[in-house]
T-cell receptor
Framework: EPEVTQTPSHQVTQMGQEVILRCVPISNHLYFYWYRQILGQKVEFLVS????????KSEIFDDQFSVERPDGSNFTLKIRSTKLEDSAMYFCASSEETGASNEQFFGPGTRLTVL | AQSVTQLGSHVSVSEGALVLLRCNYSSSVPPYLFWYVQYPNQGLQLLLKYTSAATLVKGINGFEAEFKKSETSFHLTKPSAHMSDAAEYFC????????????FGTGTRLTIIP
């Protein structure tokens, strides 16, 4: 069964460093998303991406964040200068369609720890 | 703005007993509603969704949920709990036009007592 994959499963970084979280969406999907979950809190939407551009972003997704689809298979989230409060589980998701038929398939997540 | 509230961050039921996980939503427009399950070290898996068709929605693993507009609720139920149901369950809401983002509740951890 097709699935969304994410690497690495756990990333530890020092405050101020750049990190890139990688995702491989399901191959025929066209819509891509990043969510995050700070320990003990809700899963929060960060950004959605379609046709090589951001279609929506939350207030969390500030200038420190960027997304890219560098090739036909990967979808990346970059945090330019990490802060302690960026420590969270980051989930990538993808969907084939939008609207009522939009089912977002989630990856297993990358746990980011900022020291 | 849309939101969902999940009552009870932890729920414990005995094996074979009824599972009831509560979710109430707030939305200014008719919403789409979802239940996701997360097993340890795995991603979020869709259990079921309501998209304005039948108000009683059946999902995977024997779960179902009923959309009740008068109560703004979308509670998740399963008649008989199995040990394998132990997981974290998330209710989520999405607008039915334009906006594709999911807004999640805080989650309910379900424990099954043998």
């Amino acid at each position: 069964e097709p699935e969304v994959t994410q690497t690495p499963s756990h990333q530890v970084t020092q405050m101020g460093q750049e990190v890139i979280l990688r995702c491989v969406p399901i191959s025929n999907h066209l819509y891509f998303y990043w969510y995050r979950q700070i320990l003990g809190q809700k899963v929060e939407f960060l950004v959605s991406f379609y046709n090589n551009e951001i279609s929506e972003k939350s207030e969390i997704f500030d200038d420190q964040f960027s997304v890219e689809r560098p090739d036909g298979s990967n979808f990346t989230l970059k945090i330019r200068s990490t802060k302690l409060e960026d420590s969270a589980m980051y989930f990538c998701a993808s969907s084939e369609e939008t609207g009522a038929s939009n089912e977002q398939f989630f990856g297993p997540g990358t746990r980011l720890t900022v020291l | 703005a849309q939101s969902v509230t999940q009552l009870g961050s932890h729920v414990s039921v005995s094996e074979g007993a009824l599972v009831l996980l509560r979710c109430n939503y707030s939305s200014s427009v008719p919403p789409y509603l979802f239940w996701y399950v997360q097993y340890p070290n795995q991603g979020l898996q869709l259990l079921l969704k309501y998209t304005s068709a039948a108000t009683l929605v059946k999902g995977i693993n024997g779960f179902e949920a009923e959309f009740k507009k008068s109560e703004t609720s979308f509670h998740l139920t399963k008649p008989s709990a199995h040990m394998s149901d132990a997981a974290e369950y998330f209710c989520a809401v999405r607008s039915n036009f334009g906006n594709e983002k999911l807004t999640f509740g805080t989650g309910t951890r379900l424990t099954i007592i043998p």
